[in-house]
Protein backbone atom coordinates (compact mmCIF):
# COMPACT_ATOMS: atom_id res chain seq x y z
CA UNK A 1 0.00 0.00 0.00
CA UNK A 2 1.14 3.37 -0.46
CA UNK A 3 -0.78 6.52 0.36
CA UNK A 4 -0.20 9.68 -1.61
CA UNK A 5 -0.83 12.99 0.25
CA UNK A 6 -1.23 16.50 -2.29
CA UNK A 7 -1.31 19.88 -1.36
CA UNK A 8 -0.16 23.28 -3.04
CA UNK A 9 -3.30 23.72 -5.19
CA UNK A 10 -5.14 27.00 -5.03
CA UNK A 11 -6.35 29.84 -7.17
CA UNK A 12 -4.24 31.70 -8.98
CA UNK A 13 -4.15 34.61 -12.04
CA UNK A 14 -3.56 33.57 -15.13
CA UNK A 15 0.58 33.58 -15.60
CA UNK A 16 0.90 32.88 -12.01
CA UNK A 17 2.89 29.99 -10.78
CA UNK A 18 1.68 27.20 -8.24
CA UNK A 19 4.05 24.22 -6.77
CA UNK A 20 2.15 21.01 -6.09
CA UNK A 21 3.68 18.63 -4.02
CA UNK A 22 3.06 14.99 -3.18
CA UNK A 23 4.07 13.00 -0.25
CA UNK A 24 4.01 9.41 -0.54
CA UNK A 25 4.20 7.06 2.64
CA UNK A 26 7.55 4.84 1.05
CA UNK A 27 10.51 5.76 0.16
CA UNK A 28 9.98 7.60 -3.68
CA UNK A 29 13.19 5.89 -5.17
CA UNK A 30 11.71 2.33 -4.65
CA UNK A 31 8.29 3.12 -6.81
CA UNK A 32 9.01 2.95 -10.70
CA UNK A 33 6.70 5.47 -12.12
CA UNK A 34 5.17 8.70 -10.42
CA UNK A 35 3.18 11.11 -11.77
CA UNK A 36 0.33 14.03 -12.20
CA UNK A 37 -3.01 13.97 -13.91
CA UNK A 38 -5.99 16.25 -14.04
CA UNK A 39 -9.48 15.93 -14.27
CA UNK A 40 -11.56 19.54 -15.54
CA UNK A 41 -15.08 19.82 -14.35
CA UNK A 42 -16.69 17.95 -17.27
CA UNK A 43 -13.86 15.92 -18.12
CA UNK A 44 -12.21 12.56 -18.67
CA UNK A 45 -8.97 12.34 -16.43
CA UNK A 46 -5.83 12.86 -18.23
CA UNK A 47 -2.10 12.77 -17.77
CA UNK A 48 -0.19 15.37 -16.85
CA UNK A 49 3.68 14.61 -16.35
CA UNK A 50 5.12 11.77 -14.78
CA UNK A 51 8.85 10.96 -13.54
CA UNK A 52 10.75 7.75 -13.41
CA UNK A 53 12.63 6.54 -10.45
CA UNK A 54 15.57 7.10 -13.41
CA UNK A 55 14.76 10.31 -13.70
CA UNK A 56 13.62 10.14 -16.91
CA UNK A 57 10.39 12.64 -17.41
CA UNK A 58 7.56 13.04 -20.50
CA UNK A 59 5.14 15.66 -20.24
CA UNK A 60 1.29 16.42 -21.89
CA UNK A 61 1.73 18.39 -24.94
CA UNK A 62 -0.48 20.80 -23.33
CA UNK A 63 1.79 21.59 -20.61
CA UNK A 64 5.63 21.29 -21.91
CA UNK A 65 7.48 24.06 -21.34
CA UNK A 66 5.15 25.11 -18.73
CA UNK A 67 5.35 22.15 -16.12
CA UNK A 68 8.39 20.47 -14.68
CA UNK A 69 8.03 17.55 -12.55
CA UNK A 70 10.82 16.17 -10.03
CA UNK A 71 11.37 14.10 -7.28
CA UNK A 72 13.47 14.41 -3.86
CA UNK A 73 13.75 10.76 -2.78
CA UNK A 74 15.08 12.47 0.69
CA UNK A 75 12.04 13.73 1.09
CA UNK A 76 9.74 10.89 -0.06
CA UNK A 77 8.25 13.87 -2.20
CA UNK A 78 7.04 14.51 -5.85
CA UNK A 79 6.62 18.04 -7.06
CA UNK A 80 5.09 19.72 -10.39
CA UNK A 81 6.26 23.43 -10.50
CA UNK A 82 3.64 25.31 -12.94
CA UNK A 83 4.14 28.39 -14.74
CA UNK A 84 2.68 30.27 -17.24
CA UNK A 85 -0.90 29.34 -15.94
CA UNK A 86 -4.04 29.23 -18.34
CA UNK A 87 -7.76 29.12 -17.41
CA UNK A 88 -7.96 25.54 -18.79
CA UNK A 89 -5.42 24.17 -16.98
CA UNK A 90 -8.22 24.84 -14.13
CA UNK A 91 -8.73 21.19 -12.30
CA UNK A 92 -8.28 18.83 -9.72
CA UNK A 93 -4.71 17.65 -9.71
CA UNK A 94 -4.35 14.14 -8.73
CA UNK A 95 -0.87 12.36 -7.99
CA UNK A 96 -0.50 8.87 -8.84
CA UNK A 97 2.14 5.97 -8.05
CA UNK A 98 2.36 2.83 -9.37
CA UNK A 99 3.80 0.53 -7.23
CA UNK A 100 2.72 -3.43 -8.05
CA UNK A 101 -0.69 -1.81 -8.51
CA UNK A 102 -1.41 2.03 -8.84
CA UNK A 103 -2.22 4.62 -6.67
CA UNK A 104 -3.80 7.69 -6.23
CA UNK A 105 -4.32 10.80 -4.09
CA UNK A 106 -7.30 12.86 -3.09
CA UNK A 107 -6.20 15.52 -5.27
CA UNK A 108 -5.45 19.06 -4.84
CA UNK A 109 -7.84 22.00 -6.65
CA UNK A 110 -6.09 24.61 -8.79
CA UNK A 111 -8.14 27.42 -10.60
CA UNK A 112 -6.32 29.65 -12.71
CA UNK A 113 -9.13 32.80 -13.03
CA UNK A 114 -8.60 36.39 -12.95
Known amino acids: QVQLVESGGGLVQPGGSLRLSCVAS????????MGWYRQAPGKQREPVAAITSGGRTVYADSVKARFTISRDTGKNTVYLQMNSLKPEDTAVYYCNAVHGSAYWGEGTLVTVSS
Open 26 to 33: INTFTIHN
